[in-house]
């Protein structure tokens, strides 16, 4: 008996971490592509890709994540940015992992524009995805993530 508790004890250990989060989330996960369109710059003579982005969760072992969106789109040599950050408070149970921000920050630029370059600071939205962690097919481990839509987004492990 005692031996099936011990085991039992270092299995908790090694799936929550100290404040109860899942283990399996920890670190960093991303995902994001590059476009193959690619625009040369008349006068410097620079190529760019056409369009591009990233998107970044960081779960933190306290409790803490963080979310960062970046997509960048070229065109004619005017390049638009709309970049995201949001930070706040994740909490597990099961397969659901609830999402509560306590800051949720935009900002959109326009290079040929710039009368219509924004910073702003939206009200934070809680919402609860489903996720599953799991190997890719080249042995990778990834974090998909399913919205109330069914829409799913599916993020690869950073080395840390």
């Known amino acids: 008996m005692r031996k099936?508790?011990?085991t039992f004890a270092i299995f908790a250990a090694v799936a929550i971490s100290t404040y109860g989060q899942?283990?399996?989330?920890?670190?960093?996960?991303?995902?994001?592509?590059?476009?193959s369109i690619q625009y040369k710059n008349q006068v410097t003579g620079a190529i760019k890709s056409g369009r591009g982005s990233v998107?970044?969760?960081?779960?933190?072992?306290?409790?803490?994540?963080?979310f960062v969106g970046y997509?960048?789109?070229?065109?004619?040599?005017?390049?638009?940015t709309l970049f995201n950050e949001i930070r706040g408070k994740y909490s597990v149970d099961g397969s659901t992992i609830s999402l509560d921000p306590a800051?949720?920050?935009?900002?959109?630029?326009?290079?040929c524009a710039a009368s219509g370059n924004k910073e702003m600071?939206?009200?934070p939205t809680k919402k609860s995805l489903e996720f599953v962690v799991k190997n890719d097919e080249y042995g990778n481990e990834v974090l998909c993530l399913t919205d109330a839509a069914g829409a799913q987004t599916c993020f690869r492990k950073e080395k840390e």
Do not use: Q
């Not at 899942?22 to 476009?35: A, E, M, R």
């Not at 998107?55 to 072992?61: G, T, V």
């Not at 800051?103 to 290079?111: C, I, M, P």
């Open 103 to 111: 800051r949720d920050f935009w900002k959109n630029t326009n290079s």
């Open 71 to 80: 997509m960048e789109v070229s065109m004619y040599n005017c390049t638009t």
């Open 55 to 66: 998107f970044w969760y960081k779960f933190l072992p306290n409790g803490n994540y963080e």
């Open 22 to 35: 899942s283990t399996d989330l920890i670190g960093s996960w991303k995902d994001g592509n590059v476009g």
């Open 121 to 123: 600071t939206k009200t």
């Open 4 to 6: 099936a508790i011990f």
